[in-house]
């Protein structure tokens, strides 16, 4: 982003343009919040404040209809009940901005949550299940608002306190930290008070940990490459040199040329492995988190065999059943590992290992079953260690 004046550098303007927008609606909140709560308390008697009360929940509605008429009073609810509407949409707009952006990309959510309208209905269904569930009752989702924007406040004032800290900015950091920790006191104290802030957010957090829990293991047998580039210009001629031919795909642990000839030698002596083999090695990721991954391949020949180094994969047995798809061999290779199965499987969704044999089967045949047209099928052998 350059400089609308200079052409160069950051707009500076427009940051302290909106840095004197936000100074000045936190004043302006500040004196009303302040002069709100004064006002609330000295002229509303304690009897019309308690729950029950006809100002309960709404004492400057009761002060506008007592003190200036029923006229003002209604254009007041009306102004009010606008502004909610406003304030809805707004954290409606946040969450349509923010769900799509990281759900799916941990594989956390279907690929329906990528789509605002599907993702609508589905923040409405659970608006409505929690104004429903506490029978909508102000003091009690009251509660729950105010936990959330001490939460959203205390975080960002942490985050920020954290950020100049890093710049050097101690004086200043400092500062930051004393507002976070004048919000997680306050924070503490209205969890203590208002515990339903604290049910309905646990809720929601057990409710969408669970869902993206199953909606990761649901998805976790798709082919998850995203992206593919080559490292140089013979890899790519290599590539498809290789591709639609008559070969033999045999995914490897190590990757080293004494692993491949003696493997090659053990397939050709006791298999019908005819024609060039492929030897595949694939390395994950340092960050195994993101759902998909974009491949980066290195494809070299020896001894009138091929070898494909993968780097940057979220899974390993993904990947071999994406190559498996993009090059069509007559057979692959999968070696057991003869280990725990449930120990493998975690291993599988956490950190894309686990039992690859098995796993490449079951995605192929997915892939198979959710496509219409005919591929071409390899034979495929789950050899013991």
């Not at 003002?72 to 707004?90: E, K, N, Q, R």
């Not at 957090?205 to 992206?227: A, Y």
């Not at 190590?254 to 000839?261: A, C, H, T, V």
Request: hydrophobic residues 50%; contains cysteine; charged residues 20%.
């Amino acid at each position: 982003v350059r400089d609308e004046t200079s052409g160069d550098g950051p707009p500076l303007e427009r940051i302290r343009g909106t840095q004197r927008l936000m100074l000045t609606a936190a004043l302006l909140m500040s004196a009303l919040l302040i002069g709100s709560s004064l006002v609330t308390t000295t002229l509303v008697p304690p009897l019309e404040m308690a729950v029950g009360g006809k100002a309960s929940g709404r004492a400057l509605s009761w002060l506008a209809h007592s003190l200036l008429g029923e006229a003002f009073g209604g254009i007041y609810d009306v102004s009010t009940i606008v502004i909610l509407w406003f304030a809805g949409a707004s954290a409606m707009a946040g969450l349509l901005n923010l769900l799509p952006r990281y759900l799916p990309r941990f594989g956390m959510a279907p690929r329906w949550a990528q789509y605002a309208r599907p993702l609508v209905l589905v923040l409405l269904a659970a608006d409505l299940i929690v104004t429903w569930a506490f029978h909508a009752s102000v003091e009690a989702q009251g509660g729950a608002y105010a936990t959330g924007v001490l939460v959203l406040l205390f975080s960002a004032a942490v985050a920020v306190a954290l950020a100049i800290g890093k710049e050097g900015r101690r004086l200043r950091a400092g500062l930051f930290w004393l507002v976070a920790a004048l919000l997680g006191y306050t924070l503490v104290d209205n969890v203590l008070e208002r515990t339903e802030g604290v049910i309905i957010s646990g809720v929601f957090i057990l409710v969408i940990l669970t869902l993206s829990t199953l909606s990761r293991w649901r998805r976790s047998t798709e082919l998850r490459v995203e992206e593919f580039e080559f490292t140089d210009e013979v890899s790519r001629l290599l590539w498809f040199a290789m591709k639609d031919k008559q070969v033999n795909l045999v995914p490897l642990r190590s990757n080293d040329s004494k692993s491949r000839r003696d493997k090659a030698a053990f397939l050709r002596k006791h298999y019908r492995a005819d024609g060039a083999m492929i030897f595949l090695h694939v390395e994950l990721a340092d960050d195994t988190s993101d759902f998909q991954s974009t491949l980066r391949a290195r494809v070299t020949e020896e001894d009138d065999d091929f070898v494909i180094e993968f780097s940057g994969a979220v899974a390993i047995a993904n990947t071999i059943a994406w190559c498996s798809e993009q090059l069509d061999p007559i057979a692959i290779f999968l070696e057991l590992s003869q280990r725990d199965p449930l120990w493998q499987a975690f291993r599988y969704l956490l950190w894309g290992e686990g039992e690859i044999g098995l796993l490449v089967y079951q995605i192929l045949v997915r892939y198979w079953h959710s496509t219409a047209e005919d591929d071409v099928r390899p034979l495929i052998f789950l050899i013991s260690e």
